[in-house]
C-alpha cells in the first residue's frame, strides 16, 4: 500500500510544474540503453528505499527520490548512486546526508536538479558539489549553508536557480553572488527583497505624512468653522443685547 502511495505522490511532484524534468529535445526524446550492470545500480537504489521514476515516456533517463523512503536515510543509502550517468534529478529532502555523503552525488555528471532542503548540510557539502556542470537547479532551503559558500555555488556554471530560504546566507552574500552571476534566480532574492521593502517603508512614510496632512487640514477647518460659528453667534447675542437696549429706551 505504501509503494503505491509513494509512486502516486512522487509521480504527481515530479511532473509539475511545466514538466521541468523533461528533456531538452523533447520531440525527439532520450533513449538510454541499460546495461545489466546498470539494471542492478537501479535495483540497489530502489533496494535502499529510494523511488525511480523514468523522466518521461520519450525521455528514459531518471528521477530519483529518497525523500519519501520509509526507512532513515542516510550516506549509506544515497552512496547507491554513485557515478550513475543517467540520473537526471535527485531528490533527498529531509534525509540524514552528510556532507561527506555529497561526494557520491557529485559523481553523477547528468544531475540537472538536486533537492538538498531541510537536510544537514553545510557549505562544505556544497563544495562537493562542484564537478556537477549539469546542475541547474539547487534547493538549499532550511540548511546550514552560509555566505562561505558563496563563491562554490557561482562556481556552478549551469545554475539557474538558487533557493536559499531560512539558510545562513545573508543580504551581503546574496550581493556577492548577483555580483558574480547577474542571471542567477536566487529565491528569495534578499537584495530586491530589501530594496522592495525599503520602496514600502517610503510609500507608507508618505501615505501616512498625506494622511496626517488631510487630518490636520480637516481639524483645521472644524476649529475655523467653529471659531466662525461662535463669533456669529456671539455677534448676533451682542447684536439682539444691543436692539433691546435701544429699545427699552425708546419706551423710556
Not at 548540510?121 to 546542475?135: R, S
Not at 545554475?159 to 551581503?172: A, D, N, P, Q, S
Not at 498625506?210 to 456671539?234: P, S, T
Request: glycine share 6%; with cysteine.
Amino acid at each position: 500500500m505504501w509503494n503505491s502511495v509513494k509512486y502516486f505522490l512522487v509521480a504527481v511532484i515530479m511532473l509539475v510544474p511545466g514538466s521541468l524534468l523533461r528533456a531538452q529535445d523533447e520531440e525527439e526524446g532520450v533513449a538510454i540503453k541499460y546495461s545489466d550492470a546498470d539494471k542492478a545500480a537501479i535495483q540497489k537504489i530502489r533496494d535502499a528505499d529510494a523511488l525511480v521514476l523514468e523522466v518521461a515516456q520519450n525521455d528514459n533517463r531518471l528521477n530519483v527520490a529518497f525523500h519519501l523512503g520509509s526507512e532513515e536515510i542516510g550516506d549509506e543509502q544515497i552512496s547507491t548512486v554513485k557515478g550513475l550517468g543517467f540520473i537526471v534529478s535527485l531528490n533527498l529532502r529531509g534525509t540524514k546526508v552528510s556532507d561527506a555523503g555529497l561526494a557520491p552525488v557529485a559523481s553523477c555528471a547528468a544531475l540537472e536538479r538536486l533537492h538538498l532542503e531541510k537536510t544537514g548540510i553545510t557549505d562544505a557539502g556544497v563544495k562537493q558539489l562542484a564537478p556537477l556542470e549539469k546542475l541547474s537547479y539547487l534547493n538549499l532551503y532550511g540548511t546550514a549553508v552560509s555566505d562561505a559558500a558563496i563563491d562554490d555555488i557561482a562556481a556552478l556554471k549551469g545554475l539557474k536557480k538558487v533557493y536559499i530560504f531560512e539558510t545562513k546566507i545573508t543580504i551581503e552574500g546574496v550581493a556577492r553572488l548577483k555580483e558574480k552571476r547577474p542571471e542567477l534566480k536566487i529565491i528569495p532574492d534578499l537584495v530586491v527583497d530589501k530594496v522592495k521593502a525599503e520602496a514600502e517603508a517610503v510609500r507608507k512614510a508618505e501615505e501616512e505624512k498625506k494622511k496626517a496632512e488631510e487630518e490636520a487640514k480637516k481639524k483645521a477647518e472644524e476649529e475655523a468653522k467653529k471659531k466662525a460659528e461662535e463669533e456669529a453667534k456671539k455677534k448676533a447675542e451682542e447684536a439682539a443685547k444691543k436692539k433691546a437696549e435701544e429699545d427699552a429706551k425708546k419706551k423710556e
